[in-house]
Nanobody
Framework: QLQASGGGLVQPGGSLRLSCAAS????????MGWFRQAPGREREFVAA????????PYANSVKGRFTISRDNAKNMVYLQMNVLEPEDTAVYYC????????????????????WGQGTQVTVSS
């Protein structure tokens, strides 16, 4: 079970940190992903964290602005979002899949087995 939180309304240029709490005993073995879906658009990949500390893939649109991190002791994954833009407005979802996904898999929503309920992020002045 995944529970995302931390969304809200923020002005352009601002920051938010999203959190995703996961239940289960083998969290450290999961690839954790963040995806987002804006109104009228398909769900898109944002970032992923893979077990074992391997490099994290990011969508080109968020590279340098967003950072994904995880705390295996707390079963938590985070998405720090800086320099937010109106185009970042969307519902953000966390997702999980057991095992270390290769980059192409980690960027595909079809690869994930578990999804959180989503948290709304609105970037507007």
């Amino acid at each position: 079970q995944l529970q995302a939180s931390g969304g809200g309304l923020v002005q352009p240029g601002g920051s938010l940190r999203l959190s995703c709490a996961a239940s289960g005993r083998t969290f450290s073995s999961y690839t954790m992903g963040w995806f987002r879906q804006a109104p009228g658009r398909e769900r898109e990949f944002v970032a992923a964290s893979r077990p074992g500390g391997s490099s994290a893939p990011y969508a080109n649109s968020v590279k340098g602005r967003f950072t994904i991190s995880r705390d295996n002791a707390k079963n938590m994954v985070y998405l720090q979002m800086n320099v937010l833009e109106p185009e970042d407005t969307a519902v953000y979802y966390c997702a999980a899949r057991i095992g270390r996904l290769i980059t192409s898999q980690a960027m595909a929503d079809s690869a994930y087995d578990y999804w959180g309920q989503g948290t709304q992020v609105t970037v507007s002045s």
